[in-house]
């Protein structure tokens, strides 16, 4: 019954920040972790980050402390702070949502960060 909507994704160049989005729509309330994913091409999809409906957060070790992963109150919306990118960020951002009735995908965002 849930659904994920990802946006905010574009261009940026090195060192600068993006902001992502993860919108959820239907029974909000069986939403009970958030995470988010990217892959590049030739490469394996990547853990990012992840939150709890209760506030509680973790990160990709590759991340050391330039994102920040949010969730509004109502659990509607996911977001994903990404600060200091580089260009080894570039790939496709996908959330995925973990409901008491099994999993649910985003359609993914790409970022792309230039030199």
């Known amino acids: 019954q849930v659904q994920l909507v990802d946006a905010g994704g574009g261009s940026v160049q090195s060192g600068g920040s993006l902001t992502l989005s993860c919108t959820a729509s239907?029974?909000?309330?069986?939403?009970?972790?958030v995470r988010w994913y990217r892959q590049a091409p030739g490469k394996q999809r990547e853990y990012v980050a992840s939150i709890t409906n209760t506030g509680d957060k973790d990160y990709g070790a590759f991340v050391k402390g330039r994102f920040a992963i949010s969730m509004t109150y109502d659990r509607t919306t996911t977001y994903l702070h990404m600060n200091s990118l580089e260009t080894d960020d570039t790939a496709v951002y996908t959330c995925?949502?973990?409901?008491?009735?099994?999993?649910?995908w985003g359609q993914g965002a790409q970022v792309t960060v230039s030199s």
């Open positions: 239907g029974v909000i309330s069986d939403i009970y972790l």
């Open positions: 995925n949502g973990d409901t008491r009735t099994g999993g649910v």
